[in-house]
């Protein structure tokens, strides 16, 4: 009870930006739920016009801390075990994550490698996802 409390608190800037952004989702005309101990946010005009951004801009699913932002609700049935390993990684990294992401995303496109496919939280996130009981 105690880690878990720690670990909400740990990823809580992040969460709190996610909060923000789930926000705004709602004011377009989002839906959120509880799942697994996260708040998901989904559709609206918000997911529509993410959806409708260029590659590789446009994406389907974010994580920001205990926040996943969806394009879709289907979007997000489908993202789910990928998005909460991303979930993960910000319990144990809390506000270090996104400078972190951003540098292993640099990295591997200095190296010629691809900018989002190539970065280690997204392997670590695709990899976990496709094993089984995810």
Do not use: K
Request: charged content about 20%; some cysteine.
């Amino acid at each position: 009870m105690i880690l878990r409390l720690l670990a909400y608190l740990w990823a809580a800037p992040a969460t709190a930006l996610g909060m923000l952004a789930g926000a705004l989702a709602l004011l377009l005309g989002a839906r959120v739920r509880r799942e697994r101990g996260v708040l998901e946010f989904s559709g609206g005009e918000l997911g529509q016009i993410i959806s409708a951004l260029p590659r590789p801009v446009a994406f389907a699913g974010i994580t920001l801390g205990h926040v996943i932002l969806g394009t879709t609700r289907e979007a997000l049935d489908e993202l789910r075990d990928h998005e909460h390993v991303h979930v993960r990684q910000y319990e144990r990294w809390g506000v270090f994550l996104l400078p972190a992401y951003l540098l292993s995303s640099c990295w591997q496109a200095a190296r010629g490698r691809g900018f989002y496919s190539a970065n280690r939280f997204e392997r670590e996130a695709r990899e976990a996802s496709e094993r089984p009981n995810a």
